[in-house]
């Protein structure tokens, strides 16, 4: 007659069959873990690419967009209106064609002009009546010596650059440039007083060009 295994050999026998199922749970947890952690990874992988793909084209397009602005303000500084009082000598220059002032009036340490010959003298605080008379504002002026912000010769890349160095355009920060679309000045340029051509869009559509150009990036043409 057979014997019986002993009760203790039985249960260890369970045990034995227990631990071997916890083991195979365990692994195929922990293999489930690993797969779904892989392709979260690539999930986020995916998104984070999609991301940068996106702000990449963003950039691009205010790039481009912040150029084709700059465009406008360029036709705009070069004309007559803004670049006769922006003139690469210390003359500033005068009319349609932008010959140099005829009395030869000097740009002076402030911009004001020299001696007797100060801009104040003819040039009042409102334009003078009749055609081809001194213009007015009360702060005519050229830039001073030493910030002379010259506009003529200069290439679109050329400006763009110089408008927005600190160095060169008064020390004047970004808020700063955006508020000057409206100084007295510049828009003085939009009432040049009788005989005299405007600049070749009007001051609002001056003023959204500067605007875009500014906060797509200021970025400047290619050379």
């Given at each position: ?17 227990g631990a071997a199922l916890s083991l195979l749970i365990f692994i195929t947890t922990a293999l ?162 009788e005989g005299r051509t405007l600049p070749p869009m009007s001051h609002a559509e001056f003023k ?16």
């Amino acid at each position: 007659m057979k014997s019986h295994p002993e009760p203790k050999t039985r249960t260890s026998s369970f045990l034995k069959i227990g631990a071997a199922l916890s083991l195979l749970i365990f692994i195929t947890t922990a293999l489930t873990t690993v797969t779904s952690g892989e392709n979260a990874t690539a999930e986020g992988r995916g998104t984070s690419l999609r991301a940068s793909a996106a702000g990449l084209a963003r950039s691009a397009q205010d790039s481009t967009e912040s150029v084709q602005a700059f465009g406008k303000v360029y036709k705009v500084l070069m004309s007559p209106r803004c670049l006769n009082c922006h003139p690469a000598g210390n003359v500033p220059l005068q009319g349609d064609d932008s010959h140099l002032h005829t009395m030869l009036p000097q740009r002076g340490v402030d911009g004001k002009g020299v001696y007797s010959m100060k801009c104040g003298n003819c040039h009042q605080a409102t334009n003078t009546p009749g055609r081809h008379t001194p213009p007015g504002n009360p702060e005519w002026h050229l830039p001073p010596a030493n910030m002379k912000m010259v506009f003529q010769g200069r290439t679109p890349n050329q400006l763009a650059k110089q408008l927005v160095d600190p160095r060169q355009n008064g020390r004047k920060s970004m808020k700063e440039l955006l508020a000057h679309a409206d100084d007295t000045l510049v828009l003085a340029g939009w009432h040049p007083g009788e005989g005299r051509t405007l600049p070749p869009m009007s001051h609002a559509e001056f003023k959204k060009a500067w605007t875009t150009w500014l906060q797509k990036g200021a970025v400047a043409p290619a050379p």
